[in-house]
């Protein structure tokens, strides 16, 4: 076994282990499975080192294992790398799964089924980011989908179970899109495999009809998830129901597979069908912006407000990923995916410590926190103003790339994308005047108290992340290059 299978099959043997640990012993429980987090956590930390110093230069895959033969019949093979692309996802991935176990350590109900699922889909996420093989790829990407159904349908909210299969059924709708397309792939390949780089050689050479039927149906699959507008309706319901750590999961890691399916697999194959659609998406990433920010801004719920912003900055990915014939464009959807990946995970994470003590995550509820609570008050605003895209942080970085990127394929379209700062500017900004700033209200929150340690610990080293890239981006940047630019030759074909 390599470094990618330990990564990826690790947090398995961790569920399997608390499977066979005592239910009542939730201390024990808990800490096996931060340990069973943490490893991998650290795996994926030394990869990202180890791959800076060793292959950034390089566009060619790193780590990899296989291809080892698996089900010869249909030629499924067991496959693993990672390139510029997936490292930065599988570090995003570990840091975020990890800190998020630390989360849910105020859990107490069936607190060990808890832990198993959460283990169980921080594998089926790194398995996707390092798969090569379709075979592969398609069943961790629906691993996932399992232990996130029962984390929302039995963790979660009032309406959870409403939120649990509405989730399950638009991702499971666009999965069967993304399987007729693999399919199509694997029959009209001489030999056929489902190799990923293989088909990426190959599949330019399908008929102009073939790769815009294939890149539909890909693109299906994966704008569900991102979620791109229209098929963004099952996000707000999954964040609001959802408990505190998945939310970040879902916000941090989720969204970001369907742009990593679009970098790794729709983009390099399928070149006619990008050029056709190109107008389309960077329309659909523009809708995106504008119409997530103006719903934020109507929001009285601060963890809706939280989930409108992330279809809000997710259209900037997408407004990116058309024009695709910019490395400097594709450079700002990487960063953007990180970014919003550190950002919007600490503001779910911050939005659930208050709910903890409050009880409500009603805006209006709330008015001079700041005194009360300054600790917390420093480190929701500190988001906040990384979310608007404040220059020193990393959200600047990525949406000022996304637009100098963009700007030379699509100057009207990007010009009015603009307009997404200042609208999230408003948003941001109203619902830290009317929580932290004004009048407190002692009688209410008076008893309120101060964001404990292990809370601290969760968003700390995402604060201390969001503000290193935003001033020295250099280094994610070196990781990604020889990738992209390699990315924009093969779409350029």
């Given amino acids: 076994m390599g470094l990618l ?9 961790g569920s399997l282990v608390i499977l066979f640990l005592p239910k009542d012993n939730f201390k024990v429980i808990r800490w096996t499975s931060a340990f069973f987090s943490f490893i991998p956590m650290l795996l994926s930390f030394y990869l990202t080192y180890d791959y800076f110093f060793a292959f950034a230069g390089s566009s060619q895959m790193a780590y990899v294992e296989g291809p080892f033969q698996w089900i010869s019949a249909i030629s499924a093979q067991y496959f693993l790398g990672v390139d510029g692309i997936s490292v930065p996802m599988v570090a995003l991935t570990g840091l ?3 800190l998020s176990i630390l989360a849910s350590f105020n859990i107490e109900k ?7 699922f959460f283990l169980l889909l921080e594998t089926g996420m790194m398995g996707v980011f390092v798969s090569l093989d379709f075979f592969l790829f398609y069943i961790f990407w629906e691993v996932m989908l399992v232990p996130m159904y029962f984390l929302i349908g039995i963790w979660g909210g009032p309406r959870k179970e409403y939120a649990a299969i509405k989730f399950f059924l638009y991702t499971l709708f666009g999965s069967i899109f993304m399987l007729v397309a693999i399919l199509i792939l694997y029959f009209t390949s001489n030999p056929h495999t489902l190799n990923i780089l293989e088909l990426i050689k190959t599949a330019p050479t399908l008929s102009h009809s073939l790769q815009l039927l294939c890149f539909a149906f890909f693109f299906v699959g994966f704008a569900i998830k991102v979620p791109v507008w229209p098929f963004h309706t099952w996000l707000p319901d999954a964040h609001v129901e959802a408990p505190t750590a998945v939310s970040v999961i879902l916000a941090g890691v989720l969204l970001k597979m369907g742009t990593y399916g679009m970098l790794r697999v729709s983009w390099p194959m399928f070149p006619q069908g990008l050029k056709f659609f190109a107008i389309p998406i960077a329309l659909l990433g523009l809708i995106g912006i504008i119409y997530g ?6 929001q009285k719920d601060l963890k809706k407000l ?9 259209g900037y990915c997408m407004l990116a990923l058309g024009a695709f014939s910019s490395v400097t464009a594709m450079t700002g959807v990487m960063f953007q995916m990180v970014s919003h990946g550190l950002i919007t995970g600490a503001l779910f994470l911050l939005v659930g410590v208050l709910y903890d003590r409050a009880h409500t995550r009603e805006i209006a509820a709330f008015g001079g926190l700041g005194v009360k609570i300054p600790v917390y008050t420093g480190l929701m605003v500190l988001f906040s103003m990384a979310s608007l895209g404040l220059p020193g942080m990393s959200g600047f970085v990525s ?11 699509f100057k009207i379209i990007t010009a009015l994308a603009v307009l997404g700062v200042v609208l999230t500017a408003a948003y941001m900004l109203r619902m830290v005047q009317r929580m932290f700033l004004g009048e407190f209200n002692i009688a209410k929150w008076g ?7 292990r809370e601290i610990l969760t968003v700390a080293p995402l604060a201390i992340l969001t503000i290193i890239i935003g001033v020295y981006p250099g280094p994610l940047s070196n990781i990604m290059k020889a ?5 924009v030759t093969l779409m350029a074909r």
């Fill in 5 to 13: 299978s330990y990564i990826i099959f690790l947090p398995l043997l």
């Fill in 96 to 98: 975020l799964s990890f």
């Fill in 110 to 116: 069936r607190v060990k089924e808890y832990f198993v």
């Fill in 293 to 298: 920010a103006l719903v934020s801004m109507a």
């Fill in 306 to 314: 939280v989930a409108y912003s992330s279809v809000s900055h997710m």
């Fill in 399 to 409: 949406e000022f790339m996304v637009f100098v990127g963009s700007f030379s394929s």
């Fill in 447 to 453: 008893g309120l108290t101060e964001i404990n340690l």
């Fill in 483 to 487: 990738t992209l630019e390699n990315l």
